[in-house]
């Protein structure tokens, strides 16, 4: 049996051994510019088809790999392959399942730094958050592993005299998997490998703007002993490769992390029965966010509160669904509070994430950044007041420069819109039931977090702060897997609870399996898990 799951420790790159490691990282990944990649349909490389590219949001003339696009076609014969590989990985002992997973995790604890280094390339994340999506990774496959042994152990039933009996949990079968770019490996290694160690097969199609990253993890599978056809790794769009997956009948669920718009297409597709489908689809859907911080006025540590709200509004450029977005500032500290905020702010170093100094590197894309300047414009003239940032920093990279907007209404689009970006929209309340209400007033739930020092405040945020990821004085991203289960509430998904000891069972349907025995003696049913 496993040892105890322990999360894995965030690198340390004040020591100089570590930081070289880090550079060396970087040079190596490097070196693999330029590169071709292919579709892999159970374990066969097609190449020759059309192409698009990965470039590093940092330096866009950087081109970081080239990679074929897949089709519907294609689409049809990775079902054919992922349903073929099922019916021998569904037989597969857990040994055989979770061993895949704490492999692929000792690989990829041996070269962590260069799936990071990959990170810092492909979507811009400084040292420290690359190296912590990196651990993330590792702890997924090592909890999920030691999940699947839970999940395929005995279950508790009512036990009879007339009857033996068994509850067993059996895998759904072939699924899809769309993860998103901003956590490009540890939760698209987490949605992959919990459809794995449960029995399932899958067709992983990696957001496009994050292939690179998506194809070092499923080489490290195919390294770490994963048969052909159980994941099947089909790069491409939406249009050509998503909505053809999403909507075949030959799909049993899929697990989608992502955007609202794109979360409540795919189920709304999903929900759809055609013509030889047996079965409800499944969907696992994490969405979109709009955090908010309460600061009380009984919180007597601004400085520490600011810092927090800084880490969560900042790190990787806000582009987080658990990102704080919203500041909610009783208005007895307000004056003295938002200015320590913005102070804060102005002070980060804005830079290309291969250098260890810097603490904001660019957005994903172009796109990304004109859409975010639009918000920060109509942030303005729906009456805000802009106390830091607001520019784009034109050149090489897709830079935004960190952004707080002031005496924000709390009916405000910043306020009411997931930007996904380096926004901060303040807002004034006047007490803590305003501050309560301002905070549960949009469409999502995933996560929030109140700083005060009055403890029947705190037990009414417990109760009353309608988030999936509730945090008392402490910033509102940072879970870590197997602390805090991770998933939302309303528009922000199905409240999946990643890294969490529910969320094996989303990829699971349960089975009961009931023998009589009458005056026979008493013989135990035995059915394989899973």
């Known amino acids: 049996m496993l040892t105890e799951f322990k999360n894995e420790p965030l690198t340390d790159f004040t020591k100089p051994e570590e930081k070289a490691a880090m550079e060396a990282a970087l040079a190596t990944v490097r070196g693999e510019f330029g590169r071709e990649y292919p579709v892999v349909i159970g374990g066969e490389q097609i190449t020759g088809l059309k192409t698009y590219d990965s470039i590093n949001p940092s330096h866009k003339s950087q081109l970081l790999g080239r990679f074929n696009k897949a089709t519907k076609q294609h689409v049809e014969q990775a079902l054919d392959a992922a349903w073929k590989a099922f019916e021998t990985w569904k037989r597969e002992p857990l040994e055989?399942?979770?061993?895949?997973?704490?492999?692929?995790?000792?690989?990829?604890?041996?070269?962590?730094?260069?799936?990071?280094?990959?990170?810092?390339?492909?979507?811009?994340?400084?040292?420290?958050?690359?190296?912590?999506?990196?651990?993330?990774?590792?702890?997924?496959?090592?909890?999920?592993?030691?999940?699947?042994?839970?999940?395929?152990?005995?279950?508790?039933?009512?036990?009879?005299?007339?009857?033996?009996?068994?509850?067993?949990?059996?895998?759904?079968?072939?699924?899809?998997?769309?993860p998103p770019w901003n956590f490009p490996l540890a939760i698209m290694a987490g949605m992959t490998t919990a459809a794995v160690a449960t029995g399932n097969c899958v067709i992983l199609k990696p957001s496009s703007d994050a292939p690179w990253i998506a194809w070092r993890f499923f080489a490290l599978l195919e390294e770490a002993g994963m048969p052909p056809g159980v994941v099947n790794f089909l790069s491409g769009s939406g249009a050509e490769v998503g909505d053809p997956l999403v909507m075949s009948p030959r799909l049993r669920f899929i697990s989608f992390?992502?955007?609202?718009?794109?979360?409540?297409?795919?189920?709304?597709?999903?929900?759809?029965?055609?013509?030889?489908?047996?079965?409800?689809?499944?969907?696992?859907?994490?969405?979109?966010?709009?955090?908010?911080?309460?600061?009380?006025?009984?919180?007597?540590?601004?400085?520490?509160?600011?810092?927090?709200?800084?880490?969560?509004?900042?790190?990787?450029?806000?582009?987080?669904?658990?990102?704080?977005?919203?500041?909610?500032?009783?208005?007895?500290?307000?004056?003295?509070?938002?200015?320590?905020?913005?102070?804060?702010?102005?002070?980060?170093?804005?830079?290309?994430?291969?250098?260890?100094?810097?603490?904001v590197g660019p957005v994903v894309n172009e796109s990304a950044m004109r859409k975010i300047k639009e918000f920060i414009e109509k942030g303005k003239s729906d009456g805000g007041k802009l106390l830091a940032g607001g520019s784009l920093r034109e050149g090489e990279g897709f830079y935004i420069e960190p952004t707080v907007i002031g005496d924000v209404a709390p009916e405000a689009t910043i306020s009411q819109e997931e930007i996904f970006g380096p926004v901060l929209a303040v807002t004034r309340a006047k007490d803590f039931d305003d501050a309560l209400r301002i905070a549960?007033?949009?469409?999502?739930?995933?996560?929030?977090?109140?700083?005060?020092?009055?403890?029947?405040?705190?037990?009414?945020?417990?109760?009353?702060?309608?988030?999936?990821?509730?945090?008392?004085?402490?910033?509102?991203?940072?879970?870590?897997?197997?602390?805090?289960?991770?998933?939302?509430?309303?528009?922000?998904?199905?409240?999946?609870?990643?890294?969490?000891?529910?969320?094996l069972g989303l990829f699971l349907q349960a089975k009961a399996i009931s023998r009589k025995v009458g005056k026979q003696p008493r013989v135990v049913a035995e059915a394989e898990a899973f």
């Not at 955007?259 to 859907?285: D, F, T, Y």
């Not at 910033?475 to 870590?480: N, Q, S, V």
């Open 257 to 359: 992390t992502g955007s609202k718009e794109v979360g409540l297409h795919i189920n709304e597709e999903a929900a759809k029965s055609r013509p030889g489908q047996l079965w409800i689809k499944r969907v696992v859907a994490e969405m979109g966010g709009k955090d908010a911080i309460i600061v009380d006025r009984d919180w007597k540590n601004l400085d520490e509160a600011a810092t927090a709200v800084v880490a969560s509004a900042f790190g990787f450029q806000g582009q987080k669904c658990s990102a704080c977005s919203r500041l909610i500032v009783d208005d007895a500290i307000y004056d003295a509070f938002v200015p320590m905020v913005v102070a804060k702010t102005k002070a980060l170093r804005i830079g290309p994430p291969e250098d260890a100094e810097s603490q």
């Open 96 to 178: 055989v399942r979770a061993g895949l997973l704490v492999r692929a995790a000792a690989l990829m604890r041996q070269r962590k730094h260069e799936f990071s280094a990959a990170m810092v390339y492909e979507v811009g994340k400084t040292w420290p958050e690359a190296d912590a999506d990196t651990a993330e990774a590792i702890d997924f496959l090592e909890f999920y592993a030691r999940e699947a042994y839970r999940w395929g152990g005995e279950h508790p039933i009512t036990k009879i005299e007339s009857e033996d009996n068994a509850l067993v949990y059996v895998p759904l079968g072939v699924g899809g998997v769309i």
């Open 440 to 503: 549960n007033n949009t469409q999502y739930g995933l996560t929030g977090a109140v700083f005060t020092d009055d403890e029947s405040k705190l037990d009414r945020a417990r109760e009353e702060f309608f988030v999936g990821n509730l945090y008392l004085n402490r910033k509102c991203t940072g879970a870590l897997v197997g602390v805090h289960p991770f998933g939302g509430f309303n528009m922000s998904g199905t409240d999946s609870k990643a890294g969490g000891r529910d969320y």
